[in-house]
T-cell receptor, first 109, second 115 residues
C-alpha cells in the first residue's frame, strides 16, 4: 500500500528549478526513498534514491529531511522533456513497489 | 546493453479468453516484478519472481498467475479475461535480489484491451 503523499499536479516554467515534495511520515529506519517518473506511453523510469543523506545524480537531486518524514526531488532546470508523472516510493523489501498517485508535472515553455 | 523487453506491445482479446504476456529482463537481472496500470487504480503490484520462485504477491485474484524460467525470463497469464483487465501491464527487473538499495528498470509495457 502506498505510504507516500504527493501533490496531484505542479507547474514549472522551462529552464527554472522544480521542487517536488513528498511526505512519508510512517517511514521505517530501513526504507529507502525512491523516485521514478513516467512519461506518456512509457514505463516508469528511475530518477534517484536515497536513505538518509542528500543525493545527487545527472538527472536530479534528492533532499531528505533530517527526520526522514519528507523528501524533495529537485530538477535543477526543467525542460519540456521533464513533463511526466513523478512517483515517490518507499522501497521496503524485494522488487515490489507500491505506487501512489504521483505528481503530474507540467513544464511551460 | 538491452533494456527490459516486453512482448507483445499491444494485444486485443475477447472476454473469457486467456492471455500470456512475456518479459525479458536485463541480462544478469534475476528479479522480475509485474504491475498493472489502469486509469482508475493507477500502478498496482501483481507479483515478483526471483530465481524461478514467486517471492511476493499483490492483491489480485487467482486468475492472474506468473512464472519465471531459468534464464530469468518471466511470463504472466490471465485466465477468463474480464473487461476490467484492460490495462497496461508492466514488468520491472532488478539486479540480484532486488534489495532496497537497487534501482528497478521497467519495460514499455503490454497494452491489453479486452472486448
Amino acid at each position: 500500500d502506498a505510504k507516500t503523499t504527493q501533490p496531484n499536479s505542479m507547474e514549472s516554467n522551462e529552464e527554472e528549478p522544480v521542487h517536488l515534495p513528498c511526505n512519508h511520515s510512517t517511514i521505517s529506519g530501513t526504507d529507502y526513498i525512491h523516485w521514478y517518473r513516467q512519461l506518456p506511453s512509457q514505463g516508469p523510469e528511475y530518477v534517484i534514491h536515497g536513505l538518509t543523506s542528500n543525493v545527487n545524480n545527472r538527472m536530479a537531486s534528492l533532499a531528505i529531511a533530517e527526520d526522514r518524514k519528507s523528501s524533495t526531488l529537485i530538477l535543477h532546470r526543467a525542460t519540456l522533456r521533464d513533463a511526466a508523472v513523478y512517483y515517490c516510493i518507499l522501497r521496503e523489501t524485494g522488487n515490489q513497489f507500491y505506487f501512489g498517485t504521483g505528481t503530474s508535472l507540467t513544464v511551460i515553455p | 546493453k538491452a533494456g527490459v523487453t516486453q512482448t507483445p506491445r499491444y494485444l486485443i482479446k475477447t472476454r473469457g479468453q486467456q492471455v500470456t504476456l512475456s518479459c525479458s529482463p536485463i541480462s544478469g537481472h534475476r528479479s522480475v516484478s509485474w504491475y498493472q496500470q489502469t486509469p482508475g487504480q493507477g500502478l498496482q503490484f501483481l507479483f515478483e519472481y526471483f530465481s524461478e520462485t514467486q517471492r511476493n504477491k499483490g492483491n489480485f485474484p487467482g486468475r492472474f498467475s506468473g512464472r519465471q524460467f531459468s534464464n530469468s525470463r518471466s511470463e504472466m497469464n490471465v485466465s477468463t479475461l474480464e473487461l476490467g483487465d484492460s490495462a497496461l501491464y508492466l514488468c520491472a527487473s532488478s539486479l540480484v535480489g532486488g534489495g532496497k538499495n537497487t534501482e528497478a528498470f521497467f519495460g514499455q509495457g503490454t497494452r491489453l484491451t479486452v472486448v
